[in-house]
């Protein structure tokens, strides 16, 4: 059955009633630009066939109570919970979702239904497509008349109250995709432009065998290269002289011509602490910044990271003009050199979804990338129409997991 029906079907069953509205939200798999979003820098995503139903009704108890087709622990949280105390991974977003929306709901609660198809800590989004979609399906269900700027907006606000520091690329993406197209988001200034797919290529999904868990130790992980990169974008700015409003992002930095040569001048190595005070940052932000276990005195590889970070911005761009040139091969070696600078600078990758990476290329992948934050999880791979099942059987002999084809699809809709 598929995910809405599903969905709708759970909460007649849960809840002996009709739902009052029922929201489907994609999952997503990023082509190109990673861990660029948080810097104020571009990526190049776009949403898949997988999705996440909910069903939603408002009642009078101001609770939230949600059952899952996918997690058997079902949810009974006060309208108020605080969402990063929910032992429940799943019961967080729940709780997330409501806290963004506050009195918007008058203080009443819900019944929720969900049914997914997308696997879940695959790197695919799948949190973001819970969030997206209940947030949709609350907005017709109480009348609230969120535009999408506002949907996506609260969704990210929503999977930072749950703990991630993330950027907002997942939310975005999810609410604003268009079928046929990838969708390049500028973020400084923001902006999103569709971008067509050449008809004879195919995308390929494939898990490396190892969960990518939105929590525990990989996002602490996550949370810590949001801090170094606003360190080493702190450092920039001074080095530069440039006057810049608010927290610097090497997103401003990099708009100043010589900031690329002064990456090779950030320290190779420093602890938040020192780095913090030389960029000016005060600590009590940084140990906000970082949400989960933080060590101010762990010594980040802050210049690694920047370089990571500024030559993905420029590789977002030579992809959106391969794949409007139609350029297979071009784009192939943007995703090997987006590979091996995660693995190598961005310190993100796993010897399994090395491997995985090198046994989609050797299938005939033009090329093959880690998707997502890292740290397990997902790689994607581009290939001619035709080679894509070489490619899948070569993914799932390598590391064992699910690999499939994904295209570009909508984004988040009511059913
Ligand atoms: C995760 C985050 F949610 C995104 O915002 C993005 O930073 C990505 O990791 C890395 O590119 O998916």
Redesign the pocket.
């Known amino acids: 059955m598929d995910p809405a029906a599903a969905a709708a079907a759970l909460f007649r069953s849960t809840f002996a009633a009709e739902p009052a509205a029922v929201a489907i939200a994609p999952g997503r798999v990023?082509l190109i630009g990673?861990?660029?979003?948080?810097n104020g820098l571009p990526?190049l995503p776009f949403a898949i066939g997988q999705s996440t139903a909910v069903a939603v009704a408002p009642s009078g108890a101001g609770l939230l109570e949600g059952v899952s087709r996918e997690f058997p622990e079902p949810a009974r949280l006060p309208l108020g919970a605080d969402p990063a105390a929910c032992p429940e991974p799943w019961h967080r977003y729940l709780a997330a979702a409501a806290a963004v929306l506050g009195p918007r709901l008058s203080g009443r609660g819900a019944r929720i239904a969900v049914a997914s198809d997308l696997p879940p800590a695959s790197?695919l989004?799948s949190s973001s497509a819970l969030t997206v979609a209940l947030l949709l399906a609350l907005d017709a269900a109480f009348g609230l008349g969120l535009d999408r700027a506002a949907l996506a907006a609260f969704a990210a606000q929503a999977?930072r109250l749950a703990g991630?520091e993330?950027?907002?690329?997942?939310q975005q993406v999810i609410a604003f995709a268009e079928a046929g197209a990838l969708l390049r988001i500028d973020f400084l200034p923001p902006a999103m432009r569709p971008v067509p797919v050449p008809a004879g290529w195919a995308f390929v999904v494939a898990s490396s065998g190892q969960p990518a868990p939105k929590g525990g130790a990989a996002r602490d992980a996550?949370n810590e290269r949001v801090v170094a990169t606003r360190i080493a974008a702190a450092l920039l700015a001074d080095m530069l002289g440039a006057e810049i409003e608010g927290t610097p992002l090497l997103g401003h930095v990099a708009a100043i011509d010589a900031a690329p040569v002064l990456v090779d001048e950030l320290p190779a190595r420093s602890s938040a602490r020192k780095a913090a005070a030389a960029a000016g940052i005060p600590l009590e932000r940084l140990v906000t910044l970082a949400a989960g276990a933080f060590d101010p005195d762990a010594q980040l590889p802050v210049r690694a990271y920047a370089r990571h970070v500024l030559a993905e911005a420029e590789r977002v761009d030579l992809a959106c003009a391969a794949v409007e040139a139609g350029d297979l091969a071009a784009l192939g070696e943007l995703m090997a050199a987006s590979h091996a600078s995660l693995r190598d600078d961005y310190r993100c990758s796993t010897p399994a979804l090395d491997a995985l990476v090198k046994a989609m290329t050797r299938a005939g992948a033009a090329g093959a990338r880690l998707t997502?934050?890292g740290f397990g999880g997902f790689a994607i791979a581009v290939c001619e129409r035709g080679r894509e099942q070489a490619v899948i059987g070569a993914a799932a002999a390598a590391a064992g997991g699910p690999a499939f084809e994904v295209a570009p699809s909508a984004g988040a809709r009511l059913a």
């Open positions: 990023n990673e861990h660029t979003d948080y990526v790197g989004s999977e991630a993330t950027g907002g690329m997942d996550y997502g934050a």
